[in-house]
């Protein structure tokens, strides 16, 4: 069984893993597509244009797509090399996975309160890192709680 300091250190890790394979897959996607893209078999896409658009405009948004198809598809594969390089801590960090989610659904405040004016406090708990984020994140809750109660 994890204790919570493990788990928001290896719930760190997966997100690290998460970014550097969203930069990779990014990287190596934009890549494929301007090879794609310059090769001569689609030299008739560049004197021709689309949509009303020029066609330099064309292969940047194309461009601009591969990489965007990359960094959505970083994640995935982030997610599976850390779960092969730590099989062990897996089963452990599903279940402070759900106890961790259960305890911030049970903890944030009610959405509908919220204005553009003054808008939620991390609704999500995606930025506690840590035991003493968890109880900053806590006392943000109850002093909006509050803050939203002496409006009303």
């Known amino acids: 069984m994890l204790d919570w300091n493990t788990y928001f250190k290896l719930r760190k ?4 893993y998460n970014l550097a394979a969203s930069l990779g897959t990014s990287v190596c996607s934009t890549a494929l597509g301007v090879s794609i893209l310059s090769r001569p078999e689609l030299d008739a896409v560049g004197h021709a244009t689309l949509m009303g658009m020029e066609p330099f405009i064309v292969l940047g948004i194309v461009t601009a797509g591969f990489g965007a198809l990359g960094w959505l598809l970083g994640p ?6 850390f779960g092969l390089l730590h099989k062990n801590e897996r089963a452990a960090m599903d279940i402070k996975e759900k106890d961790f989610f259960n305890r911030i659904k049970r903890y944030r405040v009610d959405p509908s309160q919220s204005t553009l004016s003054s808008p939620l406090p991390d609704f999500y708990g995606e930025k506690v890192g840590s035991v003493a ?3 900053q994140w806590l006392k943000d809750q109850r002093a909006y709680s509050k803050k939203r109660a002496s409006l009303v």
């Open 76 to 81: 995935s594969l982030g997610s599976t090399a």
């Open 13 to 16: 890790s997966r997100r690290r």
């Open 133 to 135: 984020g968890y109880r």
